[in-house]
């Protein structure tokens, strides 16, 4: 979908935005019955056209004002397509933000997964563009915009993609084919290249698949970075899971478990965004990629793996896969001393239980300025963040008794004491190698239902979140 300022040219269809408890003055008389009554979003004959409405409220709580935007921009979306639009012009009567997130909300409530279908041609949304009138938003914001949609639409399709397709080389390809579009250098480390690397630990995961592995190297590097160091972002890239020899019960387990691979949709989304707004930040991304699945050489609890780094692990848990992929790239962006480090992952089950869909798990080295301008960030793009604690006692459920660490904690905190194992992996020599902040999606990252502008099966968690944070850094 494209989204732009309107042009003053006069567009048949239009969309009047304005507050529930705030009229304006020459639609008062017409409406307020429709505002009394509580409806939000509806169409009115006015002087002989047909004229939308959504009406807006306001909330006191951090962020619900722009949310309830996006939310009536899904409701218009329906309306809208429902009476087959192609184009809609807006005459917003709100602030700047308000305007935004309700746009944001109709645009990525349009996103479509139609590869599969047949009739593909019959269900395509019939609304193509969406235009702004009036100075309430700025170009900038709205290059911005178009580029945090698109590449939220990128991440939901890789996420949706079954693995009939995106194989772990597939994977890959497809970096390679967003990186060609947007002006990012991409590296594909085949399993040769991997194994001379000696990443165990992805090499590991990858043992019981026919398919090999790949690592995948993005960057983007503009002339005047506003970090003189790299960010680094790192994506759990498990094509497909099926705990392995730990095999998971089918039932709402393994069905949906294509999207193990959520957290690196989720970083190449945010790199896309990036790229497309040309931000000034040097940013790069890694993503080791793998199924998980129970072959005849697959990797067995009680086995020991030697690691990228250096360490062994003792594994307990062969469904405790995502970590030990994560912990080779965690250790291999040493090489960059970075600036700051995320990883994004569908990592624990503890961190679906802990919060559910409504927010993303958070922890880290990283220092407070940092966790606090992420949570700004979360409340911004209501991909809102909950920062757990990471106390050194947690280290102890994750000490081994034949290596140097194990790969599964034990039954409480399971979320934590993930990070906790993570975090070996950012050390060089003992000591803290970068400041780190570690991402946990495995609520919010696949929905079962539609849910709002969220959609159905993929969400594309993180693309916003991240983006939004790298804005706040490229505009400081």
């Known amino acids: 979908m494209k989204i732009s300022l309107a042009t003053g040219s006069k567009a048949n269809d239009k969309l009047v935005l304005c507050w529930k408890e705030d009229l304006p003055t020459e639609f008062k008389s017409q409406i307020q019955t429709e505002a009394k009554n509580n409806k939000l979003n509806f ?120 693995l009939s397709f995106l194989t772990a080389e597939q994977f890959s390809k497809e970096m390679q084919r967003l990186g060609k579009a947007h002006g990012i250098s991409v590296e594909v480390f085949k399993k040769k290249k991997i194994e001379s690397l000696k990443m165990g630990g992805l090499l590991a995961v990858n043992r019981g698949s026919i398919e090999p592995p790949t690592f995948t190297i993005m960057e ?150 940092e966790f606090d301008t992420l949570i700004e960030s979360g409340f911004d793009t209501y991909e809102r963040i909950a920062q757990f604690p990471f106390w050194e006692e947690y280290g102890e459920q994750i000490k081994s008794d034949i290596a140097d660490i194990k790969n599964l904690g034990g039954p409480e905190a399971g979320m934590i004491t993930a990070g906790k194992f993570l975090e070996h992996f950012t050390k060089k020599n003992g000591k803290h190698a970068y400041p780190w902040v570690h991402l946990d999606i495995a609520g919010p990252a696949y929905n079962f239902k539609a849910r709002n502008y969220r959609g159905v099966q993929g969400s594309g968690v993180g693309v916003r979140l991240l983006f939004d944070f790298f804005c706040k850094k490229s505009d400081a």
Do not use: W
């Open 220 to 369: 983007y590097k503009p002339a005047k970075a506003v970090n003189k160091k790299p960010y680094v972002l790192v994506g759990k890239g498990v094509v497909y899971d099926t705990g392995g020899l730990s095999l998971k019960p089918t039932a709402n387990s393994m069905d949906f478990m294509k999207c193990d691979m959520g957290g690196a949709a989720g970083v190449v989304g945010a790199m896309v965004a990036i790229a497309k707004a040309k931000l000034n930040v040097h940013v790069v991304c890694l993503v080791p990629a793998t199924e998980n699945r129970p072959g005849g050489n697959a990797y067995a609890p009680g086995d020991v793996v030697h690691m990228y780094n250096g360490l062994n692990v003792e594994v307990l848990n062969t469904d405790a896969e995502g970590r030990m992929i994560l912990a080779d790239a965690l250790a291999y962006a040493i090489q960059y001393d970075p600036e700051l480090v995320f990883d994004m992952a569908t990592l624990t089950g503890a961190a679906a239980r802990a919060i559910g869909g409504e927010g993303v798990v958070a922890m880290g080295t990283a220092d407070q300025k």
């Open 43 to 162: 169409s009115k004959e006015i002087n002989g056209s047909l004229v939308y409405f959504a009406l807006l409220e306001k909330s006191s709580q951090r962020g619900t004002t722009a949310e309830k935007a996006r939310i009536s921009g899904f409701s218009s979306n329906r309306v809208l397509n429902a009476d087959k639009l192609t184009a809609i012009e807006i005459n917003s009567f709100v602030d700047a933000e308000s305007s935004l997130a309700f746009v944001e909300g109709l645009a990525l409530s349009n996103y479509q997964f139609l590869k599969y279908f047949k009739d593909a041609d019959k269900r395509k949304n019939s609304l193509k563009s969406v235009s702004i009138a009036g100075k309430t938003v700025s170009k900038k914001d709205l290059n911005r915009l178009n580029a945090a949609v698109d590449a939220n639409f990128e991440a939901r399709s890789l996420v949706n993609e079954p």
